[in-house]
């Protein structure tokens, strides 16, 4: 008897080898609902090596995008077309999330930042991974502070994510970090060095273990672009090659920093495109490049189309304001607003 339940036993176990090997081939919202199946398959799945495989492995860019319809935030994404560099709905329903808030105090969340977004609400930051349907809110990192920009970093040296903040529309010499995964939840002071101001213009992008983000400096009124390198915590500034250029958004540019300038013509084009890329960090060198834009037709209404990023092979992402026809899974009536828009997702197995 003994005999024949070892037996039993031994064939009914596998290798975890190959037991990750499986796991490793389903889509990341089925590994994170099995989580729940075992110990064993709980402590694979949430080992950062297989997270690591299984990014590596399933790299394939979305479409992240942020919906507003009736006080309620909307989280899509949307896979690239794997024959071309666009990106394009299938037949099948998109995929959806929802957070109830006030309409009126939505504000963009960042962009997709390996596989994770931040967005805040009264001045608590919440971090979300669309992928595992899991959401963190943080602790306000200041009682003082009645309302915060929030911006998102990567480390890919040290494979880890932090949380600044900064106190929003007011100067300040300080900033708080938060490195996601610790045991406990702590907000760092760092000094910003020199003091400076966030606005509602401020557009955060994470570049190769960098955050740029627009502000201006204390008392000179100048804009400038501030960088944080995630892993240091140290501050930069960045001088901008035009005036007013804060206004429009940064993007990443073939792993560079850039920013797109649209301009309206009276030209049957309609609309000039001029992209100016960071060459030089150190001696603050901008090139820039000249490209004819374009508008859409939606019924009697004319769209200047948004760019919002730029592919790997550095083609232009550009979304529209509004949308009256988007699948969910869940039934949706009336004109939804585009909140926030970020390009080159990746699904990630990270545990909030």
């Given amino acids: 008897m003994e005999k ?13 080898d190959l037991t990750s090997e499986i796991l490793l081939k389903l889509p990341e919202k089925s590994i994170a609902r099995f989580r729940c199946v075992s110990k ?32 309620k935030l909307f989280v899509s994404s ?17 995929d959806l999330y929802h957070f109830k808030s006030p309409i009126n105090h939505i504000l963009p969340p960042t962009e997709s930042v390996q596989g994770l977004f931040c967005f805040q609400e009264s001045a ?54 938060l490195t996601l995964g610790s045991a406990k939840k702590l907000w760092r002071t760092v000094k910003t060095e020199p003091s400076h101001c966030s606005t509602c213009h401020t557009s955060g992008r994470c570049i190769k273990g960098v955050v740029y983000y627009t502000a201006y400096v204390y008392r000179t009124r100048v804009w400038v672009i501030m960088s944080f390198d995630v892993r240091f915590e140290k501050f930069g500034m960045i001088h901008l090659p035009y005036d007013r250029v804060h206004m429009y958004p940064l993007i990443a540019y073939k792993g ?13 084009d309609g609309k000039k495109i001029t992209l100016c890329v960071l060459e030089d960090v150190e001696k603050h060198k901008w090139s820039s ?47 939804i607003y585009l909140l926030d828009a970020s390009p080159n997702h990746v699904a990630s197995l990270m545990t909030l």
């Fill in 40 to 71: 064993l398959w709980l402590s694979i799945t949430t080992d950062p090596y297989f997270i690591k495989l299984f990014e590596t492995r399933n790299s394939r860019p979305c479409l992240l995008v942020c919906f507003v319809q009736h006080g």
């Fill in 78 to 94: 949307i896979l690239q077309n794997s024959k071309r560099s666009s990106y394009s709905c299938s037949s099948q329903p998109i």
């Fill in 289 to 335: 490049k000249c490209f004819i834009g374009f508008m859409w037709r939606i019924g009697e209404t004319l769209h200047f189309p948004k760019v919002i990023g730029c592919t790997e092979v550095g083609e232009f992402i550009c979304v529209i304001a509004t949308c009256e026809k988007v699948r969910f899974r869940e039934s949706t009536n009336g004109i």
């Fill in 256 to 268: 560079t920093l850039a920013f797109v300038i649209t301009e309206i013509t009276n030209t049957k």
């Fill in 124 to 177: 608590t930051p919440i971090v979300c991974n669309p992928s595992t349907r899991e959401i963190l809110t943080l602790p306000k990192p200041r009682m003082s502070w009645k309302n915060v920009t929030v911006f998102l970093g990567y480390d890919p040296v040290g494979g880890e994510h932090k949380v600044m903040c900064m106190p929003y529309e007011t100067s300040s010499d300080t900033c708080r970090v």
């Fill in 4 to 16: 024949q339940k070892e037996k039993k036993r031994k064939v009914s176990s596998f290798p975890i």
